[in-house]
């Protein structure tokens, strides 16, 4: 399972007109970080563009950068399913993905995730924000970029650079795992 999520990050007075972008849906003027994980929150893909591209094309963009894993998957294995939040189009990303490869469509699915309903929080005795089934593990990722200062907000003048300083956040945050006492 990979489970993908956007993250808008405001911009600094340094980011380049490049870098620079506003997202209404979030109100925010930067950049949007692309995020695809897998179930423990480690990184399979990662992506920074401008905050105006909408989720759809930038989940597209990178899926483009990475096209090479799924064409070596093979057909026969299970499909490799991709969770997503409603800020994306399923329909949108499957006909827009089939142009780049016309075969990945049988070596992936999408899904959305699950929301609880008011009503369902209600009956839970739960109030405010539920984390939604399995999507709480890309909002950890996130919260563990957030624990970078550097990745606070954008102070990349490109969003190359901005995409190699969260590599190196999950590098960093990968490191410090397989050195740990066991």
Same mark, same amino acid.
């Given at each position: 399972? @990979?489970?993908?999520?956007?993250?808008?990050?405001?911009?600094?007075?340094?980011?380049?007109?490049?870098? *620079?972008?506003?997202?209404?849906?979030?109100?925010?003027?930067?950049?949007?970080? +692309? =995020?695809?994980?897998?179930? $423990?929150?480690?990184?399979?893909?990662? +992506?920074? @563009?401008?905050?105006?591209?909408?989720?759809?094309?930038? =989940?597209?963009?990178?899926?483009? $950068?990475?096209?090479?894993?799924?064409?070596?998957?093979?057909?026969?294995?299970? *499909?490799?399913?991709? /969770? $997503?939040? +409603?800020?994306? +189009?399923?329909?949108?990303?499957?006909?827009?993905?089939?142009?780049?490869?016309?075969?990945?469509?049988?070596?992936?699915?999408?899904?959305?995730?699950?929301?609880?309903?008011?009503?369902?929080?209600?009956?839970?005795?739960?109030?405010?924000?539920?984390?939604?089934?399995?999507?709480?593990? @890309?909002?950890?990722?996130?919260?563990?970029?957030?624990?970078? *200062?550097?990745?606070?907000?954008?102070?990349?003048?490109? /969003?190359?650079?901005?995409?190699?300083? =969260?590599?190196?956040?999950?590098?960093?945050?990968? @490191?410090?795992? =397989?050195?740990?006492?066991?």
């Amino acid at each position: 399972m @990979i489970i993908i999520d956007s993250q808008a990050v405001k911009n600094t007075c340094n980011a380049s007109v490049e870098s *620079k972008g506003f997202c209404f849906y979030k109100a925010t003027n930067g950049i949007k970080r +692309h =995020l695809a994980i897998d179930t $423990l929150g480690f990184p399979f893909f990662t +992506h920074c @563009i401008r905050a105006n591209i909408s989720d759809d094309a930038g =989940l597209i963009e990178m899926f483009t $950068l990475n096209i090479g894993y799924f064409k070596s998957k093979p057909i026969d294995i299970p *499909k490799i399913t991709i /969770l $997503l939040d +409603h800020g994306y +189009h399923p329909e949108y990303l499957t006909q827009e993905l089939e142009q780049i490869y016309p075969e990945i469509m049988t070596k992936i699915q999408f899904q959305l995730s699950t929301k609880p309903s008011k009503q369902e929080k209600v009956a839970q005795g739960k109030c405010g924000f539920v984390p939604a089934i399995a999507r709480w593990v @890309i909002e950890r990722s996130n919260a563990w970029m957030e624990r970078c *200062k550097i990745l606070v907000k954008n102070f990349e003048r490109t /969003l190359v650079g901005a995409t190699a300083k =969260l590599n190196l956040c999950f590098i960093r945050l990968m @490191i410090k795992r =397989l050195a740990a006492p066991s």
